[in-house]
């Protein structure tokens, strides 16, 4: 026992301290023991369960504002990044800017909506959708459609992989969408007809007798190059074969109301065999004069008139437009006028 003044105070076990037992009352030893030393830098005071220690982790020091307490996994250390030091705007959320945790721009909802409704942005929040999405998956292969309010899931299923033969298509068999019996064909060559083979769709050439349709719209900046750079109207359609213009040649020049093409007098669209063809099949499709009128619109029918060419002047070559001259058409800086070249043609074998 030691004695102190007027008390007497009983010993204790190692490591035990002093405290007050209230008013009246003789001091008393704690329960727990506390260390006789001061422990590694930052260390704090920490219950075992039994007695107060030193705690095994380390503590930071408070450091740059914003900064946070966080586990490396042994210490508890400052974060890199700075947290906000207000909660901001409502519905604001932590984000990341690349160096520190900020608050979003956009809001998010701050309350569950409709069952089935989700998150999508009106250009400056992130809201809760006005349609709703089913919340299962429902049928397999079943897909999303819109019923004029909300998502739900289609009646058909649909294929649920490109698992079929090349060139099959997606038609209904009365309940769902299945891949076709038949294949189709790629379109090849230009001018090609689809044609049946009794079991699948084939691209093939079209009769010799079959009249067929060609039609072809000039912006502004084609008729403007027509002498450098000649347009396709009908692509050459194999040895032994001449494409042949039935009739007329029918042009329409629509003036887009600005201003006009500019052209000399031998300046005009023709066609011809070939993108160096020099010989016209028709007479002009659009002259010089309909090139440069200011009207609204004009058409031009231009029979076929005889010519006569040698084989390599014809045979299996394409039909173009050109401008014949020696030099382009000018004007129309506003680019809004066009020209329209239609006719209808036959492929024979010769």
Do not use: H
Request: charge should be neutral.
């Amino acid at each position: 026992m030691a004695t102190n003044g007027s008390q007497n105070i009983s010993t204790a076990a190692a490591g035990k301290v002093l405290q007050g037992a209230g008013v009246g009352t003789s001091l008393a030893f704690s329960t727990p023991t506390y260390p006789s030393i001061s422990g590694t830098s930052r260390k704090i005071l920490v219950s075992d369960g039994t007695n107060i220690v030193y705690s095994t982790e380390t503590w930071a020091v408070p450091g740059t504002a914003g900064k946070i307490l966080r586990s490396d996994g042994t210490n508890w250390a400052a974060s890199t990044p700075t947290y906000p030091n207000a909660a901001s705007t409502a519905g604001k959320v932590l984000v990341s800017d690349g160096t520190n945790l900020i608050m979003s721009t956009p809001t998010f909802p701050n309350a569950s909506a409709t069952s089935g409704k989700f998150i999508q942005s009106d250009g400056t929040n992130w809201i809760a959708s006005t349609p709703t999405l089913p919340t299962s998956a429902g049928t397999a292969n079943k897909i999303l459609r819109s019923d004029g309010t909300n998502y739900v899931e289609s009646t058909p299923t649909f294929p649920a992989s490109a698992s079929a033969t090349s060139r099959k298509i997606i038609v209904s068999d009365g309940t769902n969408w299945v891949a076709s019996t038949e294949t189709y064909a790629t379109p090849s060559t230009s001018g090609n007809v689809m044609t049946s083979d009794g079991t699948n769709w084939t691209s093939a050439a079209a009769p010799g007798a079959g009249l067929q349709l060609a039609s072809i719209v000039l912006t502004s900046l084609q008729v403007k190059a027509l002498r450098a750079t000649p347009i396709q109207i009908v692509a050459a359609q194999g040895a032994g074969t001449v494409i042949v213009v039935v009739g007329a040649v029918f042009s329409k020049k629509f003036y887009g109301g600005t201003n006009v093409w500019v052209t000399g007098a031998s300046q005009a669209i023709d066609i011809t065999y070939g993108s160096t063809g020099t010989v016209a099949i028709t007479d002009q499709c659009v002259s010089s004069t309909g090139l440069a009128n200011t009207s609204t619109s004009y058409y031009y029918a231009d029979n076929a008139s005889p010519r006569t060419y040698v084989n390599t002047e014809a045979e299996n070559l394409g039909i173009y437009a050109i401008n014949l001259a020696g030099s382009e058409v000018t004007g129309n800086a506003a680019n809004d006028n066009t020209v329209t070249v239609t006719f209808v043609y036959r492929v024979v074998t010769i």
